[in-house]
């Protein structure tokens, strides 16, 4: 196995999620515990992740040299590169910063970049680089920013890249982890397949003849977390959904007519549209928007046990994905971006215990999942919408009037998106409707209205995301049609932030 020493980084998961597609076990552990797990498990290699700390500052997470001394292949990864480079007598400074797509130019084909062309596309996300190398060191890549953007030293095996290999926008990253795993390492490779009978197995011993509450929101997630559960369970299981008003209109109809079809149950519908709206009254901080949503939710939920038989219902199901979780609070080691609310917004004492059967799948993976479950490709491949739906996707604080604008214009982005046929290249496409004002001349008055932003975004699993470069006319018709059909805007504007360093939402 390979033992990844977790520094940080928002895609540490991500390198063990790529070994264990390609077969190879490993385990992420902190690194104080490097060398305790080191003689514990015998990994053949270590990889020593990113992260958001830079080594010069006083609390920057460090390891024992001694790891350097055991005979072990090792990769590092961005920090974890800086980090290897000032332990073993190089130079780390505040250097050019690089977020996003880079150009790489490899020189050296022997053993990481085996089968690698020599110019492809990396994920970059550092503000520090090596500037002076550790003795015995050689440079195998470059980019236009950075010389030494992948590095080696032969004789002892070690081996840094300062680009992230495990995020999916770096074209061959998962070919340099497999280099490291088998050509360095020596280990073989034996990818499994996803087991879902093994997944319902593990359902159906943990609820037992307890009955469930599931939370489904028409997306994908819920939608294949249910039809597991559904699957596991059949009768006692209880499908729920909240109508929150933040949600697309289509999803309603998806959950009256089709979900029901393909779980063999109704599913219940709770209309609090009102009450969603008279909660967020006041709210503009992201944060507290999410954890209101989220307690609101919950506490519908739990009216809702009270109606059914209280004393039986144990179990309360949510879609969570590892995406999510890793995102709010499930590795403390890494920075809080934002709470998403079906994870960092529960409240401490919820009554219900969770049942979250995709917690360690990711997004693709969920999808496979579908597909093995039967269920229509329609409901395994749309793109995904976040819980707390369009209240994220309004800047600042949630009105009846700025919910109808940007639902407005939402659809027109969902509309033209799906008639040129886009959909089937975009993650995810919406409106933001950004609380800031402009002036426009309409008819032949002065008109100071909203303006509107445009997000589309190609991504694989959440992590890493690009701004879609969509043909001029396409774009010309979304922006004309939206100042021309939603009352009170007046402009429209196109982000093209890539993330990182830009979250894919607004909020
Ligand atoms: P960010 O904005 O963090 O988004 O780059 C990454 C992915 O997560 C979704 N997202 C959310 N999903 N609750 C959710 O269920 C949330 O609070 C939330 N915030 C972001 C976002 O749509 C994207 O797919």
């Given at each position: 196995?390979i033992?990844i020493?977790?520094?940080?980084?928002?895609?540490?998961?991500?390198?063990?999620?790529?070994?264990k597609?390609l077969g190879v076990?490993?385990?992420i552990?902190?690194?104080k515990?490097a060398l305790?797990?080191i003689?514990?498990?015998?990994?053949?290699?270590?990889?020593?992740?990113?992260?958001p700390a830079?080594?010069y500052e006083q609390?920057?997470?460090?390891?024992?040299r001694?790891?350097?001394?055991?005979g072990?292949?090792?990769?590092?990864?961005?920090?974890?590169?800086?980090l290897?480079a000032?332990l073993l007598?190089?130079k780390?400074v505040a250097g050019?910063k690089?977020?996003g797509p880079a150009?790489?130019?490899?020189?050296?084909?022997?053993d990481?970049f085996y089968?690698w062309?020599e110019e492809?596309?990396v994920?970059?996300s550092?503000g520090?680089?090596?500037?002076?190398l550790?003795?015995?060191f050689e440079m195998?890549?470059t980019?236009?920013g950075?010389?030494?953007?992948?590095?080696r030293q032969?004789k002892?095996?070690?081996f840094?890249v300062?680009?992230h290999?495990?995020?999916s926008?770096t074209?061959?990253?998962?070919?340099?982890?497999e280099n490291?795993?088998?050509?360095?390492?020596?280990?073989?490779?034996?990818?499994?397949k996803l087991?879902v009978?093994a997944?319902?197995t593990a359902i159906q011993?943990?609820?037992?003849?307890?009955l469930?509450?599931?939370?489904?929101?028409?997306?994908t997630d819920s939608?294949?977390?249910?039809?597991?559960v559904?699957?596991a369970v059949?009768k006692q299981?209880?499908p729920?959904?909240?109508?929150?008003?933040?949600m697309?209109?289509?999803t309603?109809?998806r959950?009256?007519q089709?979900l029901?079809?393909i779980?063999?149950?109704?599913?219940?519908?709770v209309?609090?549209?009102?009450?969603f709206?008279?909660?967020l009254?006041g709210?503009?901080?992201?944060e507290l928007?999410?954890?209101v949503i989220g307690k609101?939710?919950?506490?519908?939920f739990?009216?809702?046990?009270?109606?059914?038989?209280?004393?039986k219902?144990k179990f309360l199901?949510q879609?969570?994905?590892?995406?999510d979780?890793?995102?709010s609070?499930g590795?403390?080691?890494?920075?809080?971006i934002k709470?998403h609310h079906?994870?960092?917004?529960?409240?401490?004492?919820?009554?219900?215990?969770?049942?979250?059967p995709?917690?360690?799948?990711?997004?693709?993976?969920?999808?496979?999942?579908?597909?093995?479950?039967?269920?229509?490709k329609?409901a395994?491949?749309?793109s995904?919408f976040?819980?707390p739906?369009?209240?994220?996707?309004i800047l600042?604080e949630?009105?009846?009037?700025k919910?109808k604008?940007?639902?407005?214009a939402d659809?027109?982005?969902?509309?033209?998106?799906?008639?040129?046929?886009?959909?089937?290249q975009?993650?995810?496409?919406?409106a933001?409707l950004t609380?800031?004002?402009?002036?426009?001349?309409?008819g032949?008055?002065?008109?100071f209205?909203?303006?509107?932003?445009?997000?589309?975004?190609q991504?694989?699993?959440?992590m890493?995301?690009?701004?879609?470069k969509?043909?001029?006319?396409?774009?010309?018709?979304?922006?004309s049609?939206?100042?021309?059909e939603v009352?009170?805007?007046?402009?429209?504007v196109?982000?093209?932030?890539p993330k990182?360093?830009?979250?894919m939402?607004?909020e």
């Amino acid at each position: 196995m390979i033992l990844i020493l977790d520094f940080g980084s928002q895609t540490t998961h991500l390198i063990g999620r790529r070994l264990k597609d390609l077969g190879v076990a490993s385990l992420i552990v902190s690194p104080k515990a490097a060398l305790t797990a080191i003689k514990k498990h015998q990994p053949a290699g270590l990889i020593l992740s990113g992260g958001p700390a830079s080594v010069y500052e006083q609390a920057a997470p460090t390891i024992d040299r001694k790891i350097f001394k055991l005979g072990l292949p090792i990769l590092g990864i961005c920090y974890g590169w800086q980090l290897m480079a000032q332990l073993l007598g190089g130079k780390v400074v505040a250097g050019k910063k690089e977020y996003g797509p880079a150009k790489l130019t490899v020189n050296d084909f022997q053993d990481l970049f085996y089968g690698w062309p020599e110019e492809s596309t990396v994920w970059e996300s550092h503000g520090d680089s090596v500037v002076q190398l550790p003795p015995g060191f050689e440079m195998l890549a470059t980019t236009p920013g950075l010389a030494n953007s992948a590095v080696r030293q032969a004789k002892k095996q070690f081996f840094a890249v300062q680009f992230h290999p495990e995020a999916s926008h770096t074209q061959h990253g998962k070919l340099l982890l497999e280099n490291f795993a088998s050509r360095i390492c020596q280990l073989a490779l034996k990818p499994q397949k996803l087991d879902v009978k093994a997944i319902i197995t593990a359902i159906q011993e943990k609820v037992g003849d307890q009955l469930v509450i599931g939370a489904v929101s028409g997306g994908t997630d819920s939608t294949v977390a249910a039809a597991l559960v559904a699957k596991a369970v059949g009768k006692q299981f209880y499908p729920v959904y909240i109508d929150s008003g933040l949600m697309r209109e289509t999803t309603l109809i998806r959950i009256k007519q089709d979900l029901p079809k393909i779980f063999g149950t109704k599913i219940k519908v709770v209309k609090a549209r009102k009450k969603f709206l008279q909660s967020l009254k006041g709210v503009v901080d992201p944060e507290l928007k999410r954890k209101v949503i989220g307690k609101l939710y919950i506490d519908l939920f739990e009216a809702q046990l009270d109606k059914l038989s209280k004393r039986k219902i144990k179990f309360l199901m949510q879609g969570t994905t590892y995406a999510d979780f890793i995102h709010s609070q499930g590795n403390k080691r890494s920075a809080l971006i934002k709470s998403h609310h079906n994870v960092g917004g529960l409240p401490a004492k919820m009554k219900l215990r969770l049942l979250e059967p995709l917690r360690y799948f990711y997004t693709d993976q969920v999808r496979e999942l579908g597909l093995a479950l039967g269920l229509p490709k329609e409901a395994v491949f749309q793109s995904p919408f976040p819980g707390p739906g369009h209240a994220i996707r309004i800047l600042g604080e949630v009105t009846a009037q700025k919910l109808k604008r940007q639902r407005l214009a939402d659809q027109i982005v969902v509309e033209e998106i799906h008639r040129s046929n886009w959909h089937k290249q975009l993650f995810q496409y919406w409106a933001v409707l950004t609380n800031a004002q402009s002036t426009a001349i309409k008819g032949d008055g002065r008109f100071f209205g909203d303006v509107v932003a445009i997000r589309l975004v190609q991504s694989q699993d959440r992590m890493t995301a690009d701004w879609a470069k969509l043909p001029y006319e396409l774009l010309s018709r979304l922006s004309s049609r939206i100042v021309n059909e939603v009352p009170g805007v007046s402009r429209v504007v196109y982000d093209i932030t890539p993330k990182p360093p830009a979250t894919m939402e607004w909020e």
